[in-house]
């Protein structure tokens, strides 16, 4: 699995995870690490004027860890629709 993050400019590609590894909050919360450093390198002034993540309800996203560093950093979040009008049946 690809870990791939983007913007209006472009993506940000951040981790592959090994086959037979499974993503849970140290995980993920190490992939936010690594996407504070790549953006602090790749869009200067990003981090100040802050970051904003869409978030489904998986696990390694609810997790009390997880929460935690989102606050500590104040980056947002941004829910993931848990279905949308637009989309076909």
């Known amino acids: 699995m690809a870990t791939v993050f983007w913007d209006s400019r472009g993506m940000i590609p951040l981790d592959i995870l090994p086959k037979g590894e499974s993503v849970n909050a140290d995980r993920y919360c190490e992939t936010l ?3 504070r450093h790549a953006v602090r390198g790749k869009r200067p002034g990003l981090l100040r004027s802050g970051v904003v993540l869409q978030h489904d309800n998986a696990t390694p996203h609810t997790a009390k860890r997880t929460k935690e560093w989102l606050e500590r ?3 947002d979040i941004i829910p993931h629709p848990a279905h949308s009008s637009d989309l076909a049946s």
């Open 33 to 35: 690490d690594r996407l």
């Open 73 to 75: 950093y104040r980056w």
